[in-house]
């Protein structure tokens, strides 16, 4: 393949193979997507994921429109940059190319390729087999919009309790989704699994959900009964034998399908930020401890609610800083909630809806 500049320049050669011709129309709230395909099965398979968010069309003009392309990826002559695994991740996930007019991401172990930039959005491989991965481009594109419109994103989960919204935050691992579905269980609606959008509004903070399922370990799914049904039978019997210590470090995950487990029109994507939640307890670490905080007084909490944009990002793009000023400033006067000591969904279900009741 000849050197490429621009990744309109590669696209162009690319789709000029192929006929799209399978639409997807998403609502999330006031942002509009258009996905535009060759593969109808992948058009009903992304159906299918973003039950309750799709549109039957889109009258006004689209914000956002991305074309997939279920074929062979191109070959690159030019040299990707490796992405450093994450903190705490050793395996090399994803390598990236920039243009002059954006970025080209390259995902190593399924060979997919994500092209975007100046309001242009592309993927292309093998999208039915990784339609995870395609549900995840459509969403940063959607975070993408959120951050030109100066929000700033939080590693976070996020429900609503009678019309009071509860962030969830907690460094890897903490359980922010499983504290998430618990509060589901007593009546909240649910917004976001692991990434939020916030910003200020006036004197409040509005925050923004990703169209994301959680993701649960099997711990999860056999401590909430409207969960029970995930876990295949069979599997089940042998997640019931192990210590409870095994299943919090098991990688196996399973999506939860809102609509199907507490039922219709329980997920939004907007709601104001009323209370924050930092999850920073261990397995039996002595007793469990609730302290309203202040993050000006204890940034190490902040920390975990701080998020960078990661590598699914317009680079020409501008886009709030990521530095702990920034967060103090749009989070101010919201109450913090720390949970230490050991682990207690209960207690922490508990002393969230005691917070509001008592306020």
Same mark, same amino acid.
């Given at each position: 393949?000849?050197?490429?500049?621009?990744?309109?320049?590669? #696209?162009?050669?690319?789709?000029?193979?192929?006929?799209?011709? $399978? +639409?997807?129309?998403?609502?999330?709230?006031?942002?509009?997507?258009?996905?535009?395909?060759?593969?109808?099965?992948?058009?009903?398979?992304?159906?299918? *994921?973003?039950?309750?968010?799709?549109?039957?069309?889109?009258?006004?003009?689209?914000?956002?429109?991305? =074309?997939?392309?279920?074929?062979?990826?191109?070959?690159?002559?030019?040299?990707?940059?490796?992405?450093?695994?994450?903190?705490?991740?050793?395996?090399?996930?994803?390598?990236?190319?920039?243009?002059?007019?954006?970025?080209?991401?390259?995902?190593?172990?399924?060979?997919?390729? @994500?092209? @975007?930039?100046?309001?242009?959005?592309?993927?292309?491989?093998?999208?039915?087999?990784?339609?995870?991965?395609?549900?995840?481009?459509?969403?940063?594109?959607?975070? +993408? #919009?959120?951050?030109?419109?100066?929000?700033?994103?939080?590693?976070? &989960? &996020?429900?609503?309790?009678?019309?009071?919204?509860?962030?969830?935050?907690?460094?890897?691992?903490?359980?922010?989704?499983?504290?998430?579905?618990?509060?589901?269980?007593?009546?909240? +609606?649910?917004?976001?699994?692991?990434?939020?959008?916030?910003?200020?509004?006036?004197?409040?903070?509005?925050?923004?959900?990703?169209?994301?399922?959680?993701?649960?370990?099997?711990?999860?799914?056999?401590?909430? =009964?409207?969960?029970?049904?995930?876990?295949?039978?069979?599997?089940?019997?042998?997640?019931?034998?192990?210590?409870? !210590?095994?299943? #919090? !470090?098991? =990688?196996?995950?399973?999506?939860?399908?809102?609509?199907?487990?507490?039922?219709?029109?329980?997920?939004?994507?907007?709601?104001?930020?009323?209370?924050?939640?930092?999850?920073? #307890?261990?397995?039996?670490?002595?007793?469990?401890?609730?302290?309203?905080?202040?993050?000006? !007084?204890?940034?190490?909490?902040?920390?975990?609610?701080?998020?960078?944009?990661?590598?699914?990002?317009?680079?020409?793009? !501008?886009?709030?800083?990521?530095?702990?000023? &920034? *967060?103090?400033?749009?989070?101010?006067?919201?109450?913090?909630?720390?949970? $230490?000591?050991?682990?207690?969904?209960?207690?922490?279900?508990?002393?969230?809806?005691?917070?509001?009741?008592?306020?």
């Amino acid at each position: 393949m000849a050197e490429i500049t621009s990744i309109n320049e590669c #696209w162009n050669n690319i789709r000029k193979e192929f006929t799209l011709n $399978s +639409e997807l129309f998403l609502d999330f709230g006031k942002c509009r997507i258009v996905l535009k395909t060759n593969s109808p099965e992948l058009t009903q398979k992304l159906i299918g *994921y973003f039950k309750g968010f799709v549109a039957e069309k889109i009258e006004e003009k689209e914000d956002i429109v991305i =074309e997939a392309i279920e074929g062979n990826p191109p070959e690159f002559k030019e040299t990707f940059t490796i992405k450093t695994p994450d903190l705490g991740k050793k395996k090399i996930k994803e390598e990236y190319l920039d243009l002059n007019d954006g970025r080209i991401v390259r995902k190593r172990l399924t060979g997919m390729v @994500f092209l @975007f930039g100046a309001g242009k959005n592309y993927a292309i491989g093998n999208c039915i087999e990784n339609d995870n991965q395609v549900i995840n481009f459509i969403n940063n594109r959607f975070i +993408e #919009w959120l951050l030109k419109q100066k929000y700033l994103l939080a590693h976070a &989960a &996020a429900v609503i309790h009678k019309g009071k919204g509860i962030a969830m935050a907690g460094f890897s691992g903490a359980g922010k989704s499983t504290l998430a579905l618990h509060l589901m269980s007593k009546g909240c +609606e649910f917004v976001s699994n692991d990434r939020l959008l916030v910003k200020r509004n006036g004197n409040g903070v509005d925050m923004r959900g990703v169209a994301k399922l959680p993701r649960i370990n099997p711990g999860t799914a056999l401590n909430n =009964e409207e969960l029970s049904g995930i876990i295949p039978e069979e599997e089940r019997e042998t997640f019931n034998k192990m210590l409870k !210590e095994e299943l #919090w !470090e098991l =990688e196996q995950k399973y999506d939860v399908y809102i609509d199907q487990c507490f039922g219709e029109g329980k997920f939004f994507l907007e709601s104001s930020v009323d209370l924050i939640v930092i999850l920073n #307890w261990k397995l039996d670490n002595g007793p469990t401890k609730v302290t309203q905080v202040n993050f000006n !007084e204890r940034r190490d909490l902040l920390e975990a609610f701080m998020k960078p944009v990661g590598l699914f990002y317009d680079i020409y793009a !501008e886009i709030p800083p990521h530095d702990e000023e &920034a *967060y103090l400033q749009e989070l101010q006067g919201i109450p913090v909630l720390e949970f $230490s000591g050991s682990v207690d969904f209960e207690k922490a279900v508990n002393s969230c809806i005691d917070f509001f009741n008592k306020g």
